[in-house]
C-alpha cells in the first residue's frame, strides 16, 4: 500500500500540472493530457480523487490522482501505484511529489476482452472494460455485463457507480449514477458528480451545487456555491462567501449560513467554525 500524506492537492492543482507535464513527473516519460472543448486537461472527478486521460509514450491511459487521504490508501484499486510521481506546487510557491495510479485504456482484442492484469479491478463482481474508448463493465468470468458506453465509468460501491457520457453539445461531459443493471438512477446530467460510496451523491450543475441520495431524490437542493461530503448527518455548505451546515434533510442547522469557513462535523456533534472577524477557530455544537 502505498504511504499516505495528510493533505493533498486540489482538483486544479493537478490539472494545472498535466497542462504543464515538462519536468512534473518523477519516472513517467512522454505525459501528454488529451484536451477538452476548452483545451484544458480531460478529466473526471470523482470522491477523493480525479482521473485524467492521457498518452503515455503515446499509449491511452488513465492517471488518476488523489484529493483525500482515503482515496489514496487504496489506490491499487485504479491502476499501478507510483508513490511520489506528481510534483504539484502549492499556493506558496514551493510544492511536493504526490502518489498517481496508472492503468492502460485499451482492452485486449476479443468481444467480452477485460483490461488485463493488475487493472479494471472487481469491485461487487463488476469490473471496468475498455473498448474502443469506451468505458462499460464485465463480470468476474470476464462477460461482458453492461456495454461500453460511458467516456468514463467508475467502480461500483454498495450498488452504485459514477459515469460521465459527452454532453450532447460536444462541450465536455456529463454524470450520472447508475446501477447494477446499468439502469440510470441519477441521469447523466450533471457537470459533475461524486459519489460517496453509501448513500449520497453530491452534484453540480450550471454552478449550482447540491445532494441526491442513492435512489435519485433530492436531499441538499442545488442552491449553494460548494457543498462537502456528510458527515455525522451534516454537510458543510457555502452561498456567497458564507458556510454553514445542512442535516440529510437539506435544512440549515444552526445559525445557518453564519460563519466565513466551517469544517466537518466530529462524531460528539461538534464543529470548529470561523467567526466573522475572527483570526481563530470557535467549537460549536450541531448535536
Known amino acids: 500500500m502505498t504511504p499516505v500524506k495528510k493533505i493533498f492537492p486540489a482538483v486544479g492543482d493537478y490539472a494545472e500540472a498535466l497542462a504543464n507535464p515538462e519536468g512534473r513527473f518523477a519516472s513517467l516519460e512522454g505525459v501528454r493530457a488529451l484536451a477538452d472543448a476548452e483545451g484544458g486537461p480531460l478529466y473526471v472527478s470523482g470522491t477523493g ?9 503515446g499509449e491511452p491511459c488513465e492517471l488518476t490522482c488523489f484529493t483525500s487521504a482515503g482515496a489514496c490508501a487504496s489506490a491499487e484499486r485504479y491502476g499501478r501505484v507510483r508513490p511520489d510521481e506528481v510534483y504539484v506546487f502549492n499556493h506558496d510557491g514551493e510544492g511536493s511529489y504526490y502518489p498517481v495510479a496508472v492503468r492502460p485504456v485499451s482492452a485486449p482484442a476479443g468481444e467480452d476482452a477485460v483490461i488485463g492484469d493488475g487493472n479494471g479491478e472487481l469491485c461487487e463482481g463488476l469490473r471496468v472494460i475498455v473498448r474502443d474508448g469506451l468505458f462499460g463493465y464485465a463480470d468476474e468470468n470476464g462477460r461482458v455485463a453492461i456495454g461500453p458506453q460511458y467516456a468514463w465509468a467508475g467502480d461500483f460501491s454498495e450498488g452504485r457507480a459514477a459515469v460521465a457520457v459527452v454532453a450532447p453539445a460536444g462541450g465536455g461531459h456529463l454524470m450520472g449514477l447508475i446501477d447494477r443493471d446499468g439502469h440510470a438512477v441519477i441521469p447523466p446530467e450533471y457537470d459533475d458528480l461524486s459519489w460517496d460510496g453509501s448513500r449520497y451523491a453530491t452534484v453540480d450543475k450550471g454552478g449550482r451545487h447540491g445532494c441526491l441520495d442513492r435512489t435519485g431524490c433530492v436531499a441538499v437542493p442545488l442552491e449553494y456555491d ?3 461530503e456528510f458527515s455525522n448527518g451534516f454537510a458543510v455548505v457555502g452561498l456567497d ?14 445559525e445557518g449560513l453564519a460563519y466565513d469557513d466551517a469544517r466537518s462535523v466530529a462524531e460528539d456533534g461538534t464543529a470548529e467554525v470561523l467567526m466573522p472577524g475572527s483570526a481563530a477557530y470557535t467549537a460549536i455544537r450541531l448535536f
Open 49 to 57: 480523487r480525479v482521473t485524467f486521460r492521457i498518452e503515455l509514450d
Open 226 to 228: 460548494w457543498i462537502g
Open 241 to 254: 462567501g458564507r458556510y454553514g451546515y445542512v442535516d440529510e434533510k437539506g435544512v440549515l442547522a444552526g
